[in-house]
T-cell receptor, first 109, second 114 residues
Framework: AQSVAQPEDQVNVAEGNPLTVKCTYSVSGNPYLFWYVQYPNRGLQFLLKYITGDNLVKGSYGFEAEFNKSQTSFHLKKPSALVSDSALYFCAAPNNLFFGTGTRLTVIP | KAGVTQTPRYLIKTRGQQVTLSCSPISGHRSVSWYQQTPGQGLQFLFEYFSETQRNKGNFPGRFSGRQFSNSRSEMNVSTLELGDSALYLC?????????????FGPGTRLTVL
């Protein structure tokens, strides 16, 4: 069965520190992977995607994600967290049919 | 370009009733997908329509149905509502129905079943 998993329901990080939101996947075929962010009272917004090529994908708002085939992971990262990054983050794949359960990121001032 | 719009934004229904939700995709987008979002389950895929044809369907009972019109607008219907159907229903559109296409989400319709 195909799926994505986000092992952490909640991630807290201090402002200015690097952040990582984890995602692992189990898919057959090409692992097209996506990250979306949901701010309070708003719909999901696309952040970035991995299709093929470079394992490090850069996206919106300074976010990037590293695709690791051997570990079947696609972790979301940012070098320096902002308070405004506090939101709910979802990993998805493939065809956007499978979403993780979400990770709530809180950046502490 | 206007984003994805969903109507109504809020709905309150009682068990046994039925409900219809509407979604207007971004102009030019032909693929519309529906998702159910609940706190414990995250986002669960309901179905996808492309050019008025259902392309994919998630693991939901037959009470959940949808359709797409020639102008790409889509409706989702839930019949015989149950308490567990209370959720945020999100609609998303993309330009095509490809596996590598990102989606653009609407603000959602929050359905409460009493």
């Amino acid at each position: 069965a195909q799926s994505v998993a986000q092992p952490e329901d909640q991630v807290n990080v201090a402002e200015g520190n690097p952040l990582t939101v984890k995602c692992t996947y189990s898919v057959s075929g090409n692992p097209y992977l996506f990250w979306y962010v949901q701010y309070p009272n708003r719909g999901l917004q696309f952040l970035l995607k991995y299709i093929t090529g470079d394992n490090l994908v850069k996206g919106s708002y300074g976010f990037e994600a590293e695709f690791n085939k051997s570990q079947t992971s696609f972790h979301l990262k940012k070098p320096s967290a902002l308070v405004s990054d506090s939101a709910l983050y979802f990993c998805a794949a493939p065809n956007n049919l499978f979403f993780g359960t979400g990770t709530r990121l809180t950046v502490i001032p | 370009k206007a984003g994805v719009t969903q109507t109504p934004r809020y709905l309150i229904k009682t068990r046994g009733q039925q409900v219809t939700l509407s979604c207007s995709p971004i102009s030019g987008h032909r693929s519309v997908s529906w998702y159910q979002q609940t706190p414990g389950q995250g986002l669960q895929f309901l179905f996808e329509y492309f050019s008025e044809t259902q392309r994919n369907k998630g693991n939901f009972p037959g009470r959940f149905s949808g359709r797409q019109f020639s102008n790409s607008r889509s409706e989702m219907n839930v019949s015989t509502l149950e308490l567990g159907d209370s959720a945020l229903y999100l609609c998303a559109s993309s330009s095509t129905s490809g596996a590598n296409n990102e989606q653009f989400f609407g603000p959602g319709t929050r359905l409460t079943v009493l």
